[in-house]
Nanobody, 133 residues
Framework: QVQLVESGGGLVQPGGSLRLSCAAS????????IGWFRQAPGKEREGVSC????????YYADSVKGRFTFSRDNAKNTVYLQMNSLKPEDTGVYYC??????????????????????????WGQGTLVTVSS
């Protein structure tokens, strides 16, 4: 069964850190482009980051650039999102998703596309991140 399972969410104070995990089963993560997305209460889902297969190139939304790091452990068939310097506006449910292609799709400016996840084939169930004092 093809599945993604996120974990690692929780309550953290502003300025704190969390590491989210997304474990895959039923397929090999390294063959696909994988994305992290989030959805805040009352807002649309937005893309946070994308990692390409093969070379592991990563791309980030401007709002998290320099604070979040997307990585992959092929031996564990798991990807991670290290989130540092968290802000209240980072609060939301975080999802990982798998596209059917191998590389993050970029526009002419080098920013990755499908931030809303319209073409994501496989979704995890989500993990809640709350940043609050």
């Amino acid at each position: 069964q093809v599945q993604l399972v996120e974990s690692g969410g929780g309550l953290v104070q502003p300025g704190g850190s969390l590491r989210l995990s997304c474990a895959a089963s039923g397929f090999t993560l390294d063959y696909y482009a994988i994305g992290w997305f989030r959805q805040a209460p009352g807002k649309e889902r937005e893309g946070v980051s994308c990692i390409s297969s093969s070379d592991g190139s990563t791309y980030y939304a401007d709002s998290v650039k320099g604070r979040f790091t997307f990585s992959r452990d092929n031996a564990k068939n798991t990807v991670y999102l290290q989130m540092n310097s968290l802000k209240p506006e980072d609060t939301g449910v975080y999802y990982c998703g798998r596209w059917s292609w191998a590389m993050c799709v970029l526009d002419r400016g080098g920013a990755y596309l499908d931030r809303g996840g319209r073409y994501v084939e496989v979704w995890g169930q989500g993990t809640l991140v709350t940043v609050s004092s």
